[in-house]
Nanobody
Framework: QVQLVESGGGLVQAGGSLRLSCVAS????????MGWFRQAPGKEREMVATVTWSSGSTYYADSVKGRFTISRDNAKNKVYLQMNSLNPEDAAVYYCACRKSAGTWSAGPWGQGTQVTVSS
């Protein structure tokens, strides 16, 4: 049973940077995909970035491409989201999630979320 815990959120000024971390307990299989999602008040949860555990292949939403970088440390069972050039539209609760092979994101597991606030 994989459990995910995020950290690294906080308050940052527009143009600043934050690095989110997600540590996974339990075994992460090579076929799993790890992702970062976010949800702002009144908006639907959206996918931000994903990384395949084995190959490191990445995907980014257009809104963050060129500003955010997702990475993973297989030895530490960690996934990171480096966020640069933050703007107020990036403010949201950020969630780490794991999609198991042949599974769906909604099936989880999901972390509890970490708040990112960007001041203009």
């Amino acid at each position: 049973q994989v459990q995910l815990v995020e950290s690294g959120g906080g308050l940052v000024q527009a143009g600043g940077s934050l690095r989110l971390s997600c540590v996974a307990s339990g075994r992460i299989f090579s076929s799993y995909v790890m992702g970062w999602f976010r949800q702002a008040p009144g908006k639907e949860r959206e996918m931000v970035a994903t990384v395949t555990w084995s190959s490191g292949s990445t995907y980014y939403a257009d809104s963050v491409k060129g500003r955010f970088t997702i990475s993973r440390d297989n030895a530490k069972n960690k996934v990171y989201l480096q966020m640069n050039s933050l703007n107020p539209e990036d403010a949201a609760v950020y969630y780490c999630a794991c999609r198991k092979s042949a599974g769906t994101w909604s099936a989880g597991p999901w972390g509890q979320g970490t708040q990112v606030t960007v001041s203009s």
